[in-house]
């Protein structure tokens, strides 16, 4: 089946170092999503990729999308004690998706 | 987010008994999804729904689950009997309407089977 796998599976950094994760898949996908889950959370959508080599930009955020639509990025500059929390992307294989398959996910932990 | 209210918010109970979750999605949705996460297994979909019709059920792990959509506004994941290894927290999600394929979670539902 689909599987989506994410690395690094952990994060430790110092306040104000960059931070990314990596995710890839064993399939090509139509999209990409990220989603933010806070410690004790929910996930919280945070953006979507649709277009091969897509590179959107959310303040410090900086999301990718691969060329061939099986691997994507994030990447958080100069972190901050509230960027702490699990990101995880989500793929789907068609278009108008009725199926999101979640990343295993990457623990940020951010110390001050 | 106030898109969908689950219940309970923990639930602890012993192997062997029954355990209802229940979602009450608040805003407009086309889609109702059941995930389970765990740290093991991370976020696993369950079951989803279109328009109150179960879509794909094979991420169900076994017949003691079972999940239903009544109506629009409001559905059930069931567990019968529950077992230690159905610990988790069962989140809720809804997508579709001013969402477009987003998916907006539920706070979730932590159950604890002992």
């Known amino acids: 089946g689909q599987q989506v796998m994410q690395i690094p599976q952990y994060q430790h950094v110092q306040e104000g170092e960059d931070f990314t994760t990596y995710c890839n898949s064993s399939t090509t996908l139509s999209n990409i999503q990220w989603y933010k889950q806070r410690p004790g959370g929910h996930p919280v959508f945070l953006i979507q990729l649709v277009k091969s080599g897509e590179v959107k930009k959310q303040e410090r955020l900086t999301f990718q999308f691969g060329e061939a639509k099986k691997n994507s990025s994030l990447h958080i500059t100069a972190t901050q004690t509230t960027d702490v929390g699990t990101y995880f992307c989500?793929?789907?294989?068609?278009?108008?998706?009725?199926?999101?398959?979640f990343g295993t996910g990457t623990r940020l932990q951010v110390f001050p | 987010d106030a898109g969908v209210i689950q219940s309970p918010r923990h639930e602890v109970t012993e192997m062997g008994q029954e355990v209802t979750l229940r979602c009450k999605p608040i805003s407009g949705h086309d889609y109702l999804f059941w995930y389970r996460q765990t740290m093991m297994r991370g976020l696993e979909l369950l079951i989803y729904f279109n328009n109150n019709v179960p879509i794909d059920d094979s991420g169900m792990p076994e017949d003691r689950f079972s999940a239903k959509m009544p109506n629009a506004s409001f559905s059930t994941l069931k567990i019968q009997p529950s077992e230690p290894r159905d610990s988790a927290v069962y989140f809720c999600a809804i997508m579709g309407g001013a969402g477009a394929n987003v998916l907006t979670f539920g706070a979730g539902s932590r159950l604890t089977v002992l």
């Open positions: 989500a793929g789907s294989l068609g278009y108008n998706t009725d199926k999101l398959i």
